[in-house]
């Protein structure tokens, strides 16, 4: 149980396009859902926290007009990262939690800008 | 705001030998603290957590970690490490109202033959 995909896993795009990823939890309803970035070799940094039905809230330093979060139901969370630049490149990773418990965690997109 | 240290970047120990990797943190209140294992290119997978209860934790892959709490340390241990538990290990603290997890940077293992 509590398993969480995401999509794509892998995906190159151009600069200047805007990229989406999907996450979701498959045998759980995610009341709320995190979205995290990883450069090589480091951390990992939260982005935003997405409530099903509410805006996301995001972490300082991250734009958010930049990097669009939608989590219009219980098991589905979207990530859009908007006019793509190198800069974005990156391992994306999402999370999604139920009404109580702990997060459980993606796979992880890996987003290259050419 | 909560944070995690792990002091040791890089560790690396011979097959069958024992492991241990460190961990403080920093949080006002009482922690929700995890220990996540990542292989290259992948998501994180939990090893072990602590909420509350005995201290001692006992997680998958034969991984223990202890909670001291005069220490604000979750340290992970492994009798002996296998060539699999090769890896990057990712110590986290979550705030007890929102589960928000805060990591620290990993420690890299790597096992020797």
């Known amino acids: 149980g509590a398993v969480v995909s995401q999509h794509p896993s892998w995906v190159i795009c151009k600069s200047g396009t805007s990229v989406k990823i999907e996450c979701r939890s498959l045998?759980?309803?995610?009341?709320?859902m995190f979205w995290y970035r990883q450069f090589p070799k480091q951390s990992l940094m939260l982005m935003a926290t997405?409530?099903?039905?509410?805006?996301?809230?995001?972490e300082q330093g991250v734009e958010k007009d930049k990097f669009l979060i939608n989590h219009a139901s219980l098991t589905l969370s979207t990530l859009t990262v908007t006019s793509a630049h190198p800069e974005d490149s990156s391992f994306y990773i999402c999370?999604?939690?139920?009404?109580?418990?702990?997060?459980?965690f993606g796979p992880g997109t890996r987003l290259t800008v050419t | 705001a909560q944070s995690v240290t792990q002091p040791d970047i890089h560790i690396t120990v011979s097959e069958g030998a024992s492991l241990e990797l460190r961990c403080n943190y920093s949080y006002g209140a009482t922690p929700y603290l995890f220990w996540y294992v990542q292989s290259p290119g992948q998501g994180l997978q939990l090893l072990l957590k602590y909420f509350s209860g005995d201290t001692l934790v006992q997680g998958i892959k034969g991984f223990e970690a202890e909670f001291k709490r005069s220490q604000s340390s979750f340290n992970l241990r492994k009798p002996s490490v296998h060539w699999s538990d090769a890896a990057e290990y990712f110590c986290?603290?979550?705030?007890?109202?929102?589960?928000?997890?805060?990591f620290g940077a990993g420690t890299t293992v790597t096992v020797r033959a």
């Open positions: 045998d759980f309803q995610a009341t709320t």
């Open positions: 986290a603290v979550g705030r007890f109202n929102d589960y928000k997890l805060s």
């Open positions: 999370s999604a939690r139920p009404t109580s418990g702990e997060q459980y």
């Open positions: 997405s409530n099903e039905g509410s805006k996301a809230t995001y």
